[in-house]
């Protein structure tokens, strides 16, 4: 399992608002991108979640605006685990800039969901194990 998981974006004419630079929404999607490509390098996709008898929703996003970001640049997303609880989990996210400048760094916290009652349940081992190995 991969405690730290990237993934390099490079930022689109259509992600930019009346500022010039990133909308602040874009940015939350950009977190939603990095989280799926740990999920993806931890064997832990959509499909094989929903198999545990799990799935993940997302409760809370708490975002901290550093750097306005433009279009072109290349930002790297870092995704890593930070606390494991009995049926949430949270993640530490940043959006760093090139030349290595902190644009965002957020905590989001998701829970685990039974997909046919829709209630909160104990996390799955195998996604629990790749917050402690």
């Known amino acids: 399992m991969m405690k730290e998981v990237t993934l390099d974006i490079v930022v689109r004419p259509t992600e930019i608002d009346v500022n010039a630079h990133v909308n602040n929404a874009k940015f939350v999607e950009y977190l939603e991108w990095g989280r799926e490509e740990w999920y993806d390098r931890n064997d832990l996709q959509y499909d094989r979640l929903k198999a545990m008898g799990a799935t993940t929703v997302t409760v809370n996003v708490n975002v ?42 957020a905590s989001v916290t998701l829970v685990t969901v039974d997909p046919e009652t829709r209630k909160p349940r104990v996390v799955p081992e195998e996604l629990a194990a790749a917050f402690t190995t």
Do not use: M, W
């Not at 901290?64 to 995704?79: A, D, F, K, M």
């Open 64 to 105: 901290n605006y550093r750097s306005e970001c433009r279009q072109g640049e290349v930002l790297t997303i870092v995704t890593r685990p930070e606390r494991l609880g009995r049926t949430s989990f949270t993640f530490h996210q940043e959006i760093r800039k090139a030349d290595g400048t902190v644009a965002i760094d």
